[in-house]
């Protein structure tokens, strides 16, 4: 008799609610509209604003669709402040006081720049050769990916799709540069590189491919593009190309290139911080109780990590985590210090009112994080080991 007593409580309790994700949530998308949200970045304005901004993606349609997103209260509260179409795969950066996004036109599209003289609430559009369209010709993929100053010129690197075979071996990578003071709407400004595809035998026949790189002053003052590199087993790396310093030549390698790189087999954003004289990441390193996994789907930890020489890397302190690597991820993590915080804006998998995520890589949520005093964190700060 107590037995049914137990039963219909149990079928009559209400259901737990659902665990929230970590950080401030400043867009959702839930996981029954089948419309994940991507390429996350972050900017903070001259006047002090914050701008996020994200894409779309889907099963069925890849897209061509970008939200921008503004917050007046250091990230506590969000509102949407465009929509635009025919950009994707973008990443927002300022520049001499203005917003820029910057990426492609659609999946595979056109290299597209636009600039916004009001925050992000109205946006130029790309047309032409003038007005924003700096490569038409190829297929081009890239992320939110950072932006620099060197020697007068404002690097930026990106990828095409052109070489052969399907998603990650057609990756080649390139670097985009224009002088500083150009109108970086102008294709005319823009330099590129020349392109460099994979060998297949690179890491002993384990090399998938690169993309997603980052512009990266190095320490002796020349440029680089660190990249992304596709392996599936642990260790995770980074590969190095060497840029000439007028844009020009792209050159990689093999035997010093690759880098162990924390997390290495997904997208990173390295920055340097002349403070502590040290380049630090977000990544999305493997712990050790989830090493085996298929290292590319390991997305439920973001790690804070640092090197003082672009090529040794330490892992600081574990910032989020969740046990679950199937349906839990916390990745393509856009980042910036303000100060002595560092803020993120990051592409979020995690429970949802209606159920959960439909993976760890089809995120439905896009949300906002602050760590005060990065740059003290430690091991012993971590939310897990």
Wanted: hydrophobic share 40%.
């Amino acid at each position: 008799m107590s037995r049914s007593i137990l039963v219909v409580i149990a079928l009559i309790a209400p259901a737990a609610a659902a665990e929230p994700p970590p950080g401030i949530v400043i867009d959702f998308s839930p996981t029954a509209d089948k419309q994940y949200i991507g390429s996350p970045s972050i900017a903070v304005l001259p006047d002090g604003a914050y701008a996020a901004s994200h894409d779309f993606f889907s099963p069925r349609n890849m897209g061509d669709r970008t939200h921008v997103f503004r917050s007046t209260d250091r990230g506590q509260t969000w509102t949407k402040s465009a929509e635009l179409t025919g950009q994707w795969w973008s990443g927002l950066f300022v520049h001499r006081g203005k917003l820029y996004l910057m990426g492609t036109s659609m999946a595979y599209g056109a290299c597209v720049i636009r600039r916004s003289d009001d925050g992000g609430s109205t946006w130029t559009e790309p047309k032409d050769g003038a007005s924003g369209i700096i490569l038409a010709e190829g297929k081009y993929h890239t992320s939110s990916m950072p932006v620099v100053i060197h020697d007068g010129r404002l690097w930026r690197a990106m990828e095409d799709g052109d070489g052969p075979g399907g998603w990650g071996s057609h990756f080649r990578a390139f670097m985009l540069s224009a002088p500083e003071d150009a109108d970086l709407l102008a294709a005319k400004n823009w330099t590129a590189s020349n392109r460099l595809g994979r060998d297949p035998a690179w890491l002993d026949g384990k090399f998938g491919g690169w993309l997603e790189g980052n512009a990266v002053v190095t320490p002796a003052g020349g440029i680089v593009d660190i990249l992304r590199v596709d392996t599936k087993t642990q260790p995770e790396y980074a590969a190095i190309i060497e840029i000439s310093a007028d844009g020009r030549e792209a050159k990689f390698d093999a035997a010093s290139g690759f880098i162990a790189f924390p997390g290495g087999a997904k997208k990173f954003n390295i920055r340097y911080d002349a403070t502590s004289k040290h380049y630090w990441s977000l990544a999305n390193v493997a712990l050790a109780k989830h090493a085996n996994e298929v290292a590319p789907r390991v997305r439920n930890a973001v790690a804070l990590v640092r090197s003082a020489d672009l090529r040794k890397w330490e892992t600081r302190s574990v910032l989020l985590y969740h046990p679950d690597v199937k349906f839990h991820g916390f990745q393509y993590a856009d980042w910036l210090m303000e100060g002595d915080d560092l803020i993120a804006a990051i592409r979020t998998a995690h429970d949802e009112p209606a159920g959960q995520a439909h993976n760890q890589h089809d995120a439905n949520y896009l949300t906002f994080h602050r760590w005060e005093g990065f740059r003290e964190l430690t091991m012993a700060d971590s939310v897990a080991h």
